[in-house]
Structure formats: C-alpha cells, structure tokens
C-alpha cells in the first residue's frame, strides 16, 4: 500500500492531487486543518491535509505468480480478499469526508465558483479571496437567486480592478505611444485607434513609426495612412523623431508605433528610451495578447519600469477563452485597461475597456454571468 500526504487550499484541490497522483482507486486515510506555510502564511489560510493510500496490486500479482505451492497462493488470495475488504471500508470513509460540509475557501455549495475562477487560470489565493467575500454575502444579499450570484461575482471581480483607471479619453495628450513585444499587435492597434478617431472623433491625425526593422510593418501603416488619409513620419533615429513632433505638434493625436522585439532583451527598452520622449504631452500604452501566461506578462511589465506606462492595451481577446492571467496581472500591478481588440478588422475590432468588462470575460459562458 502507498501512502502519501497532500495539502492544499480546499478540499476539491487536495482531493484533485490525490486523484492526479495516486489514481482514482485512492483512498483517504485522514484528514484535518493545518497552518500555512511558506508562500501561503502571508494570506493567513489554513490548509487542508490529507492522508491517502493506494492498494499497490500489482506486487500481490507478482506474488502470486512467484507461488509455486497451493498453500501459499490461498494465503495470498486470503490476503487479496482482506485488501479488498479493507480498501472498501475505507472508500466509505473517504465518501464520508468529501460529504463532509467544508468551510475552507471555495469549498462545499462554493465549490464551482472556485473552480471556475481557477480554471479560468485566476491565482488560488485571489480566487479564494473573493469566493470569501461572496461566502460572507451570502446571509445578507439575495445571493440564493441566480441573478444575485451573477451580480455577486462578477462586482467582487469588479472591485479588485476599480481604484485603477479604464477606458481612455483624449484628454489632451496628442502623442500616444504603443510599445511592446513582438507579435503583440500594435501597429493593427494603431490603425484601429486612428480609424476610432478620424471616423467617428472626427479628430486630426498623424502617425510616427519607429519601426524600421520590418519593412513589411511600415507598408502596412502607408496602407492604412493612405486609407484614412493621414500623415505619415518614419523615425530612423531621435533626430528623425523630434523633427516629426514638431511637424504635428498642432494635430489633435499622434500615433506612435514602435518597434516590436524580444522583451528578454534590456536593449530593446534602453533604444526606446533614446528613440522616445515621454513627458507631460504624451501617453504610453503597453501592448499585451491575452494569450500570454501571467508570469510572461509580469516579466514584460517589470521590463518597461523605466518608461511611463499609462495603461495596458490587451490584444487577441479572440484568440482566448481564459483571461484570468489578466485579472492576476491587473490586482498585483495595480494598472488599468484602455482598450481590448479581439480581431483584425479595423476599425471594428477593438472597445474600450472598463472593470466591469474584464470581470465579465472571467464570468460570461459560466452559469453565473
């Protein structure tokens, strides 16, 4: 018999590693309440520990067969016969403790909020926040019908993102820069933005791009220029750059389009640096896919700490159906969303974001939203 002890937030989680690494035949030997430790103390959660076994049958097979008298193979069926009878009574235990009402985060009639929250990819330890502030709802809100629940979960997501600004209103800032890694997007993001604004603003715009190392990405910004019947500037170098913002200092708003590159790359952020100016006339958004791992994003964010970063422009919303690594990306760096794009159409595919909408990504297609 193997045995093993597993610790996790909730019950539905421990009892998803015991299942994962033992197998579906496992058992629960025990269970009970412990203090976190490590990276789970600074949440102040308990754990939930369990003890679970496997009956190990393949080495009473090997037995059996290793047998060579009739005496010793009874005595292993007899040994076979009381496993058999000993793992069935501890089944009816294991069943005993998952119908067990557990009141750790995410657990029992919460169960599937919790889940759903993880499986969007949101951090165990934000899902269980907030599936916590629901729980705590529960006896004061009209929670019990579905409508109260969709409310609930979708304002308690909702809530974490609200201190930090959304959306995006031409506030006077006339340059807008758009930088980030490649691949991301930013140069469709930028036609959508100028489209947005000569169409329907009514606004004067230019361009700048920067992006001199793909070719292919200038011609596609003189297509969209030529369409929309906008100026464009290309910027070899800083001196390039300022003579373009003198040129259109007196337009409404200036798109500047950026070099996409490897974000691993320290270079890439120091020749933005020296390429840009970034001051009280300009804004910065960062251009992320909402296909990225949350910690790809991190990473991303933490390189362009040297630069201005307004908001957030998340790109390829239809590319995914988790957005969770969003949510953790936006609660632990405190920063908003200006617009979400979901396609290649311009200028149709994009919106301007807000808090509500982002907790609905997570909630939409879900029995709550």
Do not use: C
Not at 94 to 100: F, P, Y
């Amino acid at each position: 018999m193997k045995v093993k002890k597993f610790q996790a937030v909730t019950m539905p989680e421990v009892m998803k590693k015991v299942k994962s690494e033992l197998g579906p035949e496992a058992v629960v030997l025990n269970t009970k309440t412990v203090k976190a430790r490590g990276l789970f103390k600074r949440f102040k959660k308990d754990l939930i520990e369990v003890i679970a076994a496997v009956d190990s049958f393949d080495s009473i097979q090997k037995k059996e067969q290793s047998s060579k008298s009739s005496k010793a193979l009874n005595s292993n069926e007899t040994a076979a016969s009381s496993n058999e009878a000993i793992m069935n009574e501890l089944k009816q235990l294991r069943l005993t403790i998952e119908s067990t009402n557990d009141h750790s985060p995410g657990s029992g009639k919460f169960a599937a909020w919790y889940e759903h929250l993880i499986a969007q990819e949101l951090e165990p330890e934000l899902a269980a926040s907030i599936v916590e502030s629901i729980e705590r709802k529960q006896g004061t809100d009209h929670s019990g019908q579905k409508d109260g629940r969709e409310r609930l979960l979708t304002e308690e997501i909702t809530k974490r993102l609200n201190p930090h600004p959304f959306g995006h209103k031409h506030l006077g800032k006339t340059f807008v820069h758009l930088v980030g890694p490649t691949g991301v997007g930013k140069t469709t993001t930028a036609a959508k933005l100028a489209a947005e604004a000569v169409l329907n603003q009514k606004l004067n715009v230019a361009f700048i791009t920067t992006d001199t190392y793909r070719i292919a990405a200038i011609d596609q910004l003189k297509t969209y220029a030529k369409i929309l019947d906008v100026p464009l500037e290309v910027a070899y170098n800083l001196k390039d750059y300022e003579k373009a913002i003198e040129k259109y200092k007196d337009f409404d708003l200036v798109l500047v389009d950026t070099a996409g590159r490897n974000y691993l790359q320290s270079s890439y952020v120091e020749e933005l640096n020296q390429l840009l100016k970034f001051n009280d006339a300009s804004e910065t958004f960062l251009v992320l896919s909402l296909t990225s791992k949350y910690m790809d994003m991190k990473n991303i964010y933490e390189k362009f700490l040297h630069i201005p970063i307004s908001k957030v422009i998340f790109t390829k919303e239809d590319e995914t159906s988790t957005y969770g690594s969003a949510i953790n990306f936006l609660v632990h760096h405190k920063i908003g969303v200006a617009y979400l794009t979901n396609g290649q159409n311009v200028p149709d595919d994009i919106e301007e974001a807000s808090p509500d909408k982002m907790a609905r990504k997570v909630t939409e297609g879900y029995g709550y939203a």
